[in-house]
């Protein structure tokens, strides 16, 4: 099956080029929702999230590849941008690389090195499908 | 079914308590998790959410009522809390009064009065089932 692609409206643009949180929300193996904040990158065609292989949301999304993400704007709640998308591919990341990439993004409090679970950090990257936004 | 509540972790009631953005997610009729910034309430047992009865999320909960919602605080993003839950009902809210009621607690920048779609307002009131938080 190929998967048709959106393009995110321009005007929401800033929302996935700044580093903000977005709430991922997933699906549980049970059927029910998951939603927690996470790190985020975005090249123009795909949103990445860095992840662990062994936890919950891996699961999930290895079972279900079906996402949602959630951005508001900090300096202006009412705005917010909504990407339904796709877990096309999960990528290796066992030097942790694109975890420290993503820590230098959101010039992360702890510093940007390899974390200890480097060799478990996996890559899910996501084809946005639908958007909504206001 | 008896649903069990869980207690909420003391140390994190603060972000229930404040007036702060819940990404909620729902589960859509194709299996597909929606996930978008809302108002909410905590009386202590119950999270409430202000919504309308002709809208997707409306849709999604009648059919699938199990849902879940992200909260960080705007002060440290890496604090967070994420309640799963059960909406387990539906109150009606045709004076739009429990919209008012969140408008006066999030200091609505469009004044605390009745919205336009007053007469279609409902009130999920979700009953927390289990939590993660960090």
């Known amino acids: ?3 048709q692609s959106v393009t995110v409206p ?6 996935l080029e700044r580093p903000l949180i977005a709430h991922l929300a997933t699906v ?7 939603v927690n904040p996470m790190w985020f990158s975005w090249d123009g065609e795909y949103i990445r999230f860095t992840h662990t292989n062994f936890r919950r ?3 999930n999304v290895t079972a279900n590849p079906v996402v949602s993400l ?3 704007d900090p300096a202006n709640p009412y705005r917010y941008l909504e990407v339904r998308g796709v877990v ?8 942790g690389a694109f975890f420290v990439e993503l820590a ?3 010039d992360a409090p702890f510093g940007a090195t390899p974390p200890p679970d480097a060799a478990a950090r996996v890559i899910f990257v996501v084809r946005p499908t639908a958007t909504s936004a206001h």
């Open 1 to 3: 099956m190929t998967i």
């Open 10 to 15: 321009g005007e929401f643009l800033d929302l």
């Open 28 to 34: 549980r193996d049970d059927g029910a929702p998951q």
């Open 57 to 59: 949301k891996y699961r």
């Open 70 to 72: 959630s951005i508001v």
């Open 88 to 95: 096309e591919r999960i990528d290796a990341d066992p030097a």
């Open 104 to 106: 230098e993004r959101y």
